[in-house]
Structure formats: structure tokens, C-alpha cells
């Protein structure tokens, strides 16, 4: 699904007024009708509200909504926040219907007009939308705050008054902090980034059948993965395949300490379908890895600690294939960061063509060595968490340049890099990011990131496309991790839950 500017928005809402045709008044009691049909759905015509609009489109919504909540019986105050002396014709005309409906509109231009709020209340925040140019103030603000520091539910219609739509907000702004927004259509860049956490809560999309042939052709960067974009990529199995067909990954995982890591993402990138797995670990973890995990291939390192690349005697006499031979390498959880790892490293940089797999200690050991990152093989996956991507590139203002940064970072390297957390962010070669949709806090927990390594992994050895594993595994990481937290909840997950939870369906 597509994330589009503010500018977009605005034409997306034209295109469909020309093309539909429909009248603006009329696609605003549609956006109404879609946000009370949420509403009514999760609180009971017994709850007071308290609705709070201003005078452009998005308070006109607010009195579109308060008309249709009044006819659903629900006991609602309206109040207009009158910032200035012009309204929107959308504004007046909806302003005109609901007086026919009640004479119960008061209008606050002054603090001493705004009324005390209860937590049992219900606040519906329609104050500004999209619109929104610039910081709230006055008597915006003195409502914002008042909203703010009442203990009531409240709800934003579209988006929170006083947060930018794809824009950076200054510290100091006072915006809406919302427990929930409906927002209409499309998801808001806004909602992906953590610093807007607060002034997003729990959101949701409404469907208003915008002008869908506009939302096709418009051109962005920003993708959100939903179910439906996951699925398209996901392939069937032959009937006829073998696990020939499925490739075979190298996994260089795991230190003295740290075959944890290693476990997890073996056992992850089999549960992820890999055709065959060598796991190359440092002599020390030889008999853990065996015994964890039978289905796969063992080639011990010569170091009993740390891997060096060169595997022990024993195994070289068996004539182990070098890691150019494998389909897929994927290298980094747990590994640390010895001496000896790091030369290692580069002697793979070195002879590796195929995209890899690069994640935790590995990439500290980029950020140590920055020159290497230029010989990493293009359309490899690096999975940062933000302090790695911090270490292997720079500190940032606010999360819109820590977009820029990742931007820039994948198109200069050519290399796909999952910037992870809530909303993971998948960087492209191309200048794309997509955002997430999967996943909980649960997942904030030791290893889960070595699962996630264990399951890009083995996508790339079944020959998907960088960008596509990356998306697509990252969107089955984070629904495993929300299978488990509606099972068990999300405090007491462990990184062992996910790769049990992980479907590939
Ligand atoms: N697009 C869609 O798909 C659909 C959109 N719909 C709805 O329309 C909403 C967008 O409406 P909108 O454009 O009228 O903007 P909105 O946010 O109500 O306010 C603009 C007014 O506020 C003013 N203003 C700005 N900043 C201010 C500030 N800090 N403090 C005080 N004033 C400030 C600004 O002034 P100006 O910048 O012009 O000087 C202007 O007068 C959208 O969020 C959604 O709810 C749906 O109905 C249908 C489908
Ligand atoms: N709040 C959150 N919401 C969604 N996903 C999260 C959240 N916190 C962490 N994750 C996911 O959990 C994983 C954590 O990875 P990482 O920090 O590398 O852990 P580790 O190094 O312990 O394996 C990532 O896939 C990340 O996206
Ligand atoms: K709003």
C-alpha cells in the first residue's frame, strides 16, 4: 500500500471529487459515515463525547460526525474552536445541517470557554487535518493542552491536531496525543516514525473509495506492507521440487558465549525453508549446534572461540565447499568482534558476488572499518537495529532525516538495509522505503533479531529477490511475533516463540 505526501492527499481528494464524480460536500459524509461506522463498533451509545472541530475540512468532518452520532443516540457536546473568522464551505454547510439538529453547539475563542473534561468522556479531536501549516497556537493550543491533560479516551479524526502529515514537527509544538486516530484512506508517513508515537496512539484506516487509478499512478518512495502486498510475494512449491530447489545457505554465526544467537537464526532460517544448511561455528559450539539442531549441516572453525573462516582440520579434510560456493551467505549474529573475525570479514567482501545476509556484530565491524562497506555485494540485506545503523553511518535530528540517511546509505552502497523496530523501515537500492506493519513490543527481546537473520537467509538461498525477501520475511517475523502475543502475550515472549509462530502461507 501507498504512503503519499500531504500534497497527493490533496489531489487524490480532487481527483476523486472530478472523476467520480461526487461532490466535496457528499465525499465528506462518506469520510463521516466511515469514521462513526469504526466508532460505533467500539464504544457503546452511552458514552459521552465531547467533540472538539475547527473551521476547515477536517472540522467539518467533526460536524458531519456529531450530526451522524447524534442520530445513533450517543450524548455528544460539540464545540467549535473559533482560531479565525473564516470557516470552509464544507465547514458551514455541515455547520447549517446540524443546527437543524440541535441548538447544543457552543463555540470557544477564549480559554475561560473550554469546558472540563472527565475520563469517563470520550473526546473526538476534528480540530485540524491535513491541512495543518503551521505551529498551533492561541486558543488551538490552550485546547490541545487542556485535551491533553484530561484523563478522557480521546480520538483523532484523520490525523491529530497539530501533528504534519510528512513533515518534522518542532519539540516545542503542541499537538493532540490521541489514543486512537482513524485516518482516511491512506496510512500518514507521520504514523511510521517512533518520535510521533504519542501523538498517533492505536490507528486505523477507513476506507473512502478515494479515487483509486490516482493512488496507482502516484508516484512515492514510501510503501506500507500490509497482508495482502506480503502474500503476493510469497511463492507456492512445486509439486516436483526438491530441496535442491531450494538452495543452499551458509550460515557464520555464534562465539564462545553466544551460540544462542547461532541457534536461533539456524533453527530459524530451516523453519524459514531452506533447501540445505552448512552452519559455519566456532569449534566451541560444534556439539551445541549439532545437538539444538539435527536437520542441520555443522562446519566447526579452527578457533575453538571465534570464527575465523577457516574450518577445523577434521571438517577441511572433507573437502568443505568455500563460502562462494553456497547460495546465500548470511553472517553476524553473535560473532563478536575479534581481530580475527574482522579479517575474516574481509576476505569475504573480497570473494563473495551473491547478495549476503549482514547483521549485529557484523555490521559493527562495517562501522569499525568503514572502507569495507563499498565492497559489500551489491543487493545484499544489512538488518541494523537504529544503534547499529547509528554506529555504521551518523546521528540524526529527527526520524524524517533518519530517513534521508537510510535512503541515502542503500542507494549509495546498492544494498537493502531493514532499519528495525516497530515499523521496520526496508531501505532499497532504488531510493524506496517500505514500512512495516507486523510486529509488537513483544519482539523488543534477546535474539529476535538472529531469527530475522535465519529467515532472510534462507529467502535469499530460495533465489527471492533482495528486496522482496526483505519484505517479505521481515512481514512474516513480525506476524509470527503478534501470533505469539495473542497466545501468550507479549512480555512473556522469547525470541524461540517466533520461530515456532513463523507460517509461510
Ligand atoms: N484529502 C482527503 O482525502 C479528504 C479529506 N478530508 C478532510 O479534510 C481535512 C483537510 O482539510 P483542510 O485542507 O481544510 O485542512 P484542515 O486541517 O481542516 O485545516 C485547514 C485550515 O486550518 C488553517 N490552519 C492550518 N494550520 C493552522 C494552525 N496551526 N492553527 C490554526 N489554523 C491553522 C488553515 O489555514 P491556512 O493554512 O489556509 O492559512 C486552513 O484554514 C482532512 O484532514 C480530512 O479530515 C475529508 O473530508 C474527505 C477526504
Ligand atoms: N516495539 C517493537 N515493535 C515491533 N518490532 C520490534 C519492536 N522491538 C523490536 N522489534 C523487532 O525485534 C527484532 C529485534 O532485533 P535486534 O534488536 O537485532 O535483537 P537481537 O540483537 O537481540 O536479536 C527486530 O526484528 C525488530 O524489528
Ligand atoms: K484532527
Redesign the pocket.
Known amino acids: 500500500m501507498k504512503i503519499l505526501n500531504v500534497d497527493q492527499?490533496?489531489a487524490?481528494?480532487q481527483s476523486?471529487i472530478e472523476h467520480e464524480p461526487i461532490a466535496?460536500i457528499n465525499?465528506?459524509e462518506?469520510?463521516?459515515l466511515a469514521f462513526v461506522d469504526w466508532f460505533v463498533d467500539h464504544f457503546p451509545n452511552t458514552t459521552p463525547v465531547k467533540l472538539f472541530c475547527?473551521?476547515?475540512?477536517?472540522?467539518?468532518?467533526?460536524l458531519?460526525i456529531a450530526r451522524l452520532l447524534l442520530e445513533r443516540e450517543f450524548p455528544i457536546e460539540v464545540y467549535v474552536v473559533r482560531?479565525?473568522r473564516?470557516e470552509?464551505d464544507?465547514?458551514m454547510h455541515n455547520h447549517r445541517r446540524l443546527k437543524l439538529l440541535t441548538e447544543n453547539i457552543r463555540y470557544v475563542e477564549v480559554a475561560q470557554e473550554i469546558p472540563g473534561l472527565r475520563h469517563n468522556e470520550l473526546i473526538i479531536d476534528?480540530?485540524?487535518?491535513?491541512?495543518?501549516?503551521?505551529?498551533?497556537?492561541?486558543i488551538?493550543k490552550n485546547v490541545i493542552d487542556v485535551i491533553n491533560r484530561s484523563p478522557a479516551t480521546v480520538v483523532a479524526?484523520?490525523?491529530a491536531?497539530?501533528l504534519y502529515v510528512d513533515k518534522p514537527n518542532a519539540p516545542s509544538d503542541t499537538i493532540v496525543e490521541p489514543d486512537y486516530t482513524i485516518t482516511?484512506?491512506?496510512p500518514k508517513l507521520a504514523f511510521m516514525l517512533p518520535k510521533n508515537s504519542r501523538y498517533v496512539g492505536d490507528w486505523h484506516i477507513v476506507d473512502?473509495q478515494?479515487h483509486k487509478r490516482y493512488i496507482d499512478l502516484a508516484p512515492t518512495p514510501y510503501y506500507y506492507t500490509q497482508s495482502r502486498d506480503a502474500r503476493l510475494l510469497l511463492r507456492k512449491r512445486d509439486k516436483f521440487s526438491n530441496k535442491g530447489s531450494f538452495g543452499h545457505a551458509l550460515l557464520m554465526v555464534g562465539s564462545y558465549g553466544k551460540m544462542g544467537a547461532a541457534v536461533l537464526a539456524t533453527k530459524a532460517c530451516l523453519r524459514s525453508g531452506v533447501g540445505l544448511l552448512t552452519v559455519h561455528v566456532p569449534k566451541c559450539g560444534y556439539d551445541i549446534l549439532q545437538i539444538a539442531v539435527p536437520e542441520a549441516m555443522c562446519r566447526p572453525d579452527g578457533n575453538p572461540n571465534v570464527l575465523t573462516g577457516t574450518p577445523d582440520r577434521g571438517a577441511s579434510e572433507l573437502g568443505s565447499p568455500t563460502p562462494a560456493d553456497y547460495a546465500v551467505v548470511g553472517i553476524g549474529s553473535g560473532i563478536g568482534q575479534a581481530p580475527e573475525t574482522l579479517d575474516m570479514l574481509k576476505g569475504l567482501l573480497k570473494t563473495l558476488k551473491k547478495p549476503m545476509v549482514i547483521d549485529a556484530d557484523a555490521l559493527n565491524l562495517l562501522s569499525e572499518n568503514r572502507e569495507l562497506l563499498k565492497q559489500i555485494p551489491p543487493n545484499s540485506i544489512l538488518t541494523p537495529h537504529p544503534k547499529e545503523f547509528e554506529r555504521l553511518t551518523q546521528k540524526w535530528d529527527n526520524d524524517y532525516q533518519k530517513l534521508d540517511i537510510l535512503r541515502e546509505f542503500a542507494q549509495k552502497y546498492r544494498v537493502v538495509v531493514v532499519l528495525k523496530g516497530a515499523n521496520s523501515a526496508i531501505a532499497t537500492p532504488d531510493g524506496d522505503i517500505h514500512f512495516n506493519s507486523t510486529g509488537n513490543p513483544g519482539l523488543s527481546t534477546g535474539g529476535t533479531g538472529d531469527v530475522l537473520t535465519g529467515v532472510l537467509t534462507a529467502l535469499l538461498a530460495q533465489n527471492y529477490d533482495s528486496v522482496e525477501a526483505a519484505v517479505l520475511g521481515v512481514f512474516a517475523h513480525g506476524l509470527a511475533g503478534d501470533r505469539v502475543a495473542a497466545k501468550r502475550g507479549q512480555i512473556g515472549m522469547v525470541a524461540t516463540d517466533i520461530i515456532e509462530a513463523l507460517r509461510w502461507e
Open positions: 492527499i490533496r487524490l481528494d476523486t466535496p465525499l465528506m462518506r469520510a463521516a475547527g473551521l476547515g475540512n477536517n472540522g467539518g468532518d467533526g458531519a482560531y479565525a473564516r470552509s464544507d465547514f476534528a480540530i485540524l487535518g491535513s491541512g495543518l501549516s503551521r505551529p498551533t497556537e492561541g488551538v479524526v484523520d490525523i491536531s497539530g482516511f484512506q491512506l473512502i478515494l
